[in-house]
């Protein structure tokens, strides 16, 4: 299998409760507490160890909360490189009221990092040596928008495909400089990348495969929800639609769709065919309650669900 390393500049102590009623000023009773290691690159590693490969996750803690964390990170026996930072960890709650199945969360941006701190991050990675370099959240506050583009440069000296999923100004200077093997926006932040509304399919397709043939990335897989996600590559751009699953929580399908195919690809499956993974999952993640990520049986089992490609769509 292919060497994988990931980074999370921003990761978090996820933490799930659930409560029968969410109200204001009075107190909310909740049960199943549950706390997991979060952050996008932490959660791709976790799901690509779940599915039996290995990654080294490269990510950034301090304070209390980040003793915490790293307890946590024990817990999951992940290869990890911690790059301690002095603010504090920051925690992210969702909270799933039973009485009407919505979700809540709230999602802090995260501590102040000097520049000392991610120039840290950046010399962590200059160890590093592995195919895939998956970048993979948001970027907290003190780092410069222009981070991803300096971590692209780093993968290039080092002959490492960088895999990106971040959004906003992150994202675009990122694709502004090109080079990348593979991003994974959600239609929204596709949508605020190219700034247009993107409402029909063949909108979306086209939007993607611009960025393809432009060479900025090799590959742009865009998740939909419900709607499933489209890939574009240079041979054309396909979509497949959602699994239709019970949904428990929408928390971390991203990542398992992101993880998913990293893994594929990393045991060198055709890129259709690690699409098709990341399609099952996505559905997976979306059947396990709170921040829980998807489990390598549902995954499997949901697979042979998953349609084949269907042509490509038409402007891919």
């Given at each position: 299998m292919k060497r994988i390393v990931t980074l999370t500049m921003n990761p978090a102590i996820d933490v799930a409760y659930e409560a029968d009623r969410v109200f204001h000023t009075r107190k909310i009773r909740a049960r199943q507490e549950h706390y997991d290691p979060g952050g996008g690159g932490i959660n791709v590693a976790r799901v690509i160890a779940r599915l039996g490969g290995t990654a080294r996750a490269y990510y950034l803690s301090g304070g209390a909360t980040g003793c915490a964390?790293?307890?946590l990170l024990d817990?999951?026996?992940?290869?990890?490189?911690?790059?301690?930072i002095k603010g504090d960890t920051r925690v992210s709650t969702s909270i799933y009221e039973r009485e009407t199945g919505k979700e809540f969360r709230v999602v802090p941006r995260g501590p102040e990092l000097t520049a000392e701190?991610?120039?840290?991050?950046?010399?962590?990675?200059?160890?590093?040596?592995?195919?895939?370099?998956?970048?993979?959240?948001?970027?907290?506050?003190?780092?410069?928008?222009?981070?991803?583009?300096?971590?692209?440069?780093?993968?290039?000296?080092?002959?490492?495909?960088?895999?990106?999923?971040?959004?906003?100004?992150?994202?675009?200077?990122?694709?502004?400089?090109?080079?990348?093997?593979?991003?994974?926006?959600?239609?929204?932040?596709?949508?605020?990348?190219?700034?247009?509304?993107?409402?029909?399919?063949?909108?979306?397709a086209a939007a993607a495969q611009e960025i393809v043939d432009?060479?900025?990335?090799?590959?742009?897989?865009?998740?939909?929800?419900?709607?499933?996600?489209?890939?574009?590559?240079?041979?054309?751009?396909?979509r497949l639609p959602a699994l239709a699953v019970e949904t428990k929580s929408a928390v971390g399908a991203g990542d398992s769709f992101l993880a998913a195919m990293v893994f594929a690809l990393g045991c060198e499956r055709d890129p259709i065919e690690a699409f098709r993974y990341g399609i099952a999952a996505g559905a997976a993640a979306v059947l396990t309650p709170g921040t829980d990520l998807c489990h390598r049986e549902d995954v499997e089992r949901l697979l042979a669900l998953v349609p084949p490609i269907a042509p490509a769509l038409p402007g891919g």
């Amino acid at each position: 299998m292919k060497r994988i390393v990931t980074l999370t500049m921003n990761p978090a102590i996820d933490v799930a409760y659930e409560a029968d009623r969410v109200f204001h000023t009075r107190k909310i009773r909740a049960r199943q507490e549950h706390y997991d290691p979060g952050g996008g690159g932490i959660n791709v590693a976790r799901v690509i160890a779940r599915l039996g490969g290995t990654a080294r996750a490269y990510y950034l803690s301090g304070g209390a909360t980040g003793c915490a964390l790293d307890g946590l990170l024990d817990q999951h026996v992940l290869v990890r490189s911690c790059i301690p930072i002095k603010g504090d960890t920051r925690v992210s709650t969702s909270i799933y009221e039973r009485e009407t199945g919505k979700e809540f969360r709230v999602v802090p941006r995260g501590p102040e990092l000097t520049a000392e701190e991610w120039q840290a991050a950046l010399a962590h990675l200059e160890g590093a040596r592995s195919d895939f370099l998956v970048a993979s959240g948001s970027l907290p506050p003190g780092v410069p928008d222009d981070f991803y583009s300096r971590v692209q440069q780093l993968a290039q000296r080092h002959d490492m495909q960088l895999i990106l999923d971040t959004s906003g100004n992150a994202l675009r200077e990122a694709v502004k400089r090109g080079g990348l093997y593979l991003i994974k926006p959600s239609i929204g932040e596709l949508r605020q990348l190219v700034d247009q509304a993107l409402n029909e399919e063949h909108d979306i397709a086209a939007a993607a495969q611009e960025i393809v043939d432009s060479g900025k990335s090799q590959f742009v897989a865009v998740t939909m929800g419900r709607d499933g996600a489209i890939l574009a590559s240079r041979t054309g751009t396909w979509r497949l639609p959602a699994l239709a699953v019970e949904t428990k929580s929408a928390v971390g399908a991203g990542d398992s769709f992101l993880a998913a195919m990293v893994f594929a690809l990393g045991c060198e499956r055709d890129p259709i065919e690690a699409f098709r993974y990341g399609i099952a999952a996505g559905a997976a993640a979306v059947l396990t309650p709170g921040t829980d990520l998807c489990h390598r049986e549902d995954v499997e089992r949901l697979l042979a669900l998953v349609p084949p490609i269907a042509p490509a769509l038409p402007g891919g």
